[in-house]
């Protein structure tokens, strides 16, 4: 009765959540039939000639870019990512806290289309970095920064810096001074407080950034397109070729099956990095709630 | 390997706030001194700048005579036992105990045979592997004392260490921490805002208040002979009553004269600090007896009956053994019997 009662309450509790997830679900299984279709343009039939096709350089390039644009991203935006959150977590203002949650906010807020504009604006051969350089006769030549592999990059770490921060500061909340002074005490310089207690601390943070920010970059198409021409072959701009000026539905089918295949793997592997690192006792074995920590 | 400390004349001010005002004091090699005040009274400060987590303003630190103010610290080789312990949570009891040892290269058969030796020590030989969140209250508290001790500090530094575990618990502790430091023979400071913890475990008691110390002694000693009325009333149950200095140089107070040496300042006002179980309840109509009062309040606590008695404007607090009060009852009235040589007297 009371089970049976709970289920249900469950069940309303999560509806919203199914509501939002069926379209994208329906979407995803319309994709995969379509990227088994027996024809290109309509469904029709079964057959896996769209996924033989794609085993051809061009789509393989953009695999492997994508990949290693996504993962180096992801790696630079962690780097950033963790001071940020730590000059965020020590502010005691709630003034200056605010402030520097909305500067690292901004780019979720502003267009992307805004923000590509505003890197080529700096970086683009007529550009606000390359002017001042030749002005300053430090080259003679513009640098070539925008449509290759390094304006992405430059891009997709840029708008994926809001995506890190928050999780990593969510983490810090576990840290508390008691533990550093405890590290200091015990002989730690700041180095090794920072490598043995903040760092592995922060690891179910590190992890949930990681794995958000490398499946949004690896499904960017917008940086990509705007920032990397058509030189800069990511898979969002390759399916967006393949159905617009090619007309191979199936083909672009499989290739987003690809794509998924690709960032679910990378966060089911963070998953499991998460419950392995984590060292969590089975609730079980835990006797009392953790220690608090909070400083006097 | 043990030393001795000094601070001299250590201030800090936060702003133009002053939480610490002039301290000076020392620790003798090997001894235990507890540092004893009401929340806000700065003990934890002092401790903080002991320990180098804090700088103070102006004075000096003394290790074995070396100044180690400007030392950082995780250089200066102290153990300490935070008040909510911070045993590390991503880290087993063994790699807790061990990480200061890491920190010194000690390499790692020498670690596990001195986190054996701890573990033995503070008897909970068999929990080395379990993770820090599947501990007791108590066992975590032994955790962090043999974290602390593991790396043989100079000095061992404790803030408010037992304030987390229930009254039987505490008591158990005291006397195993005093056995410890006893045992590793280190100088150690605890901070604590309980007297009955100060007077278990101290040689030496520092009592402080608004940033400076009132009194500083042996604790029985202080109990004895308190400084002020702050100190009487702060160290065990006193009642602090108003007195007045007459033309012969006897106290009046309570309505009894008391001959006092130490004050001889004609119609001074004076403060008269009487601990409760030093006032006797005798018959209204014993010659013993002091003064009259009237009960106001009795509860019986077993091994001793405590009562609030009022004498004119004056309540007193008095704690009598169950044998020596046979029936005492709200609205009694009661001879007291208080000698003045177990009364502290200060002026105003």
């Known amino acids: ?51 033989f096709d794609l085993a051809e350089p061009f789509f393989l390039r953009s695999v492997w ?27 005691r203002t709630a003034l200056v806290r605010r402030l520097l949650t909305v500067t690292i906010l901004l780019p979720m807020i502003l267009n992307l289309l805004i923000q590509s504009y505003g890197w080529i604006i700096l970086l683009g051969p007529s550009g606000v970095l390359n002017t001042t350089l030749r002005e300053t006769g430090l080259i003679s030549r513009p640098i070539l920064l925008l449509f290759n592999e390094t304006g992405v990059l430059l891009g997709l770490i840029q708008t994926a810096i809001p995506l890190a921060v928050f999780p990593i500061l969510s983490a810090t909340r576990v840290i508390s001074r008691e533990y550093l002074e405890a590290a200091s005490s015990l002989g730690a310089g700041n180095w090794r407080v920072f490598y043995d207690v903040i760092l592995p601390l922060l690891k179910p943070g590190l992890v949930s950034a990681a794995s958000i920010v490398f499946a949004y970059n690896a499904s960017a198409f917008a940086v990509p397109l705007l920032l990397g021409g058509r030189r800069v072959q990511m898979l ?36 499991a990095l ?23 | 390997m043990s030393t001795d400390l000094k601070i001299e004349g250590v201030s800090k001010n936060y702003g133009s706030v002053s939480a610490l005002r002039d301290i000076d004091m020392s620790v003798e090699r090997g001894s235990f001194l507890c540092l004893l005040g009401p929340s806000g009274c700065g003990k934890t400060t002092l401790l903080r700048i002991i320990a180098g987590f804090e700088q103070a303003t102006a004075g000096r630190l003394l290790l074995d005579g070396t100044d180690v103010s400007g030392v950082p610290p995780h250089k200066r080789g102290f153990g300490m036992v935070f008040q909510s312990l911070a045993l590390f949570p991503h880290m087993s009891v063994a790699q807790n105990i061990a990480y200061g040892l890491k920190l010194r290269g000690i390499d790692k058969a020498r670690q596990r045979d001195r986190v054996e030796e701890l573990l033995n020590v503070i008897e909970l030989p068999t929990i080395a592997d379990r993770p820090v969140a599947a501990l007791s209250g108590g066992q975590r508290q032994r955790v962090a004392i043999a974290r602390a ?57 520092v009592i402080m208040d608004h940033g400076v110390i009132r009194q500083s002694g042996a604790p029985s000693e202080v109990y004895r002979a308190p400084a002020d009325a702050f100190v009487a009333d702060f160290l ?63 509860r019986d606590l077993g091994p001793s ?5 009022a004498v004119g404007e004056e309540k007193l607090r008095v704690r009598s053994r169950a044998s020596e009060v046979t029936s005492l009852s709200a609205g009694q009235q009661v001879g007291l019997k208080i000698d003045p040589e177990l009364c502290s007297f200060f002026s105003r």
């Open chain 1, 1 to 51: 009765m009371n089970a049976h009662r709970s289920s249900l309450r469950s069940f309303a509790l999560s509806l919203p959540a199914i509501i939002a997830i069926a379209p994208f679900l329906g979407a995803c299984f319309y994709i995969f039939r379509f990227s088994v279709s027996g024809e290109s343009g309509v469904i029709s039939g079964y057959s896996l000639q769209a996924y």
């Open chain 1, 236 to 271: 969002g701009v390759a399916i967006r070729d393949m159905i617009s000026p090619l007309f191979n539905w199936s083909g672009a089918a499989a290739a987003g099956m690809v794509l998924i295949v690709i960032t679910t793997g990378v966060l089911l592997l963070a998953a």
């Open chain 1, 65 to 91: 870019v994508t990949v290693k644009l996504a993962a180096l991203s992801t790696l630079v935006v962690l780097i950033l990512s963790v001071p940020i959150a730590l000059v965020i977590a020590s502010v």
């Open chain 2, 236 to 298: 065990g149950t006193a009642n602090v009553v108003q007195g007045e200095v007459m033309e012969d140089g006897a106290v009046m107070f309570l309505g009894m004269r008391a001959q006092d040496k130490a004050l001889q300042v004609q119609g001074a006002k004076v403060e008269v600090a009487i601990r409760a179980e030093n006032i006797g309840v005798v018959e209204k109509g014993s010659p013993e007896r002091s003064t009259l009062g009237r009960v106001e309040f009795v």
């Open chain 2, 149 to 205: 001790l593991a790396v043989q500090p100079k000095l061992f530094l404790l803030d408010e260490p037992l304030s987390a575990l229930d009254a039987k618990l505490r008591e158990n502790m005291q006397i195993e921490l005093r056995q410890l430091q006893r045992k590793f023979g280190v100088t150690t400071v605890l901070v604590t805002h309980d007297q009955t913890e100060a007077m278990m475990l101290a040689d030496q008691l």
């Open chain 2, 305 to 309: 009956v405590e009562s609030i008695i």
């Open chain 1, 274 to 296: 998460i419950n392995r690192s984590a060292r969590t006792p089975k609730p079980s074995e835990v006797s009392e709630p953790l220690q608090s920590g909070g400083g006097a």
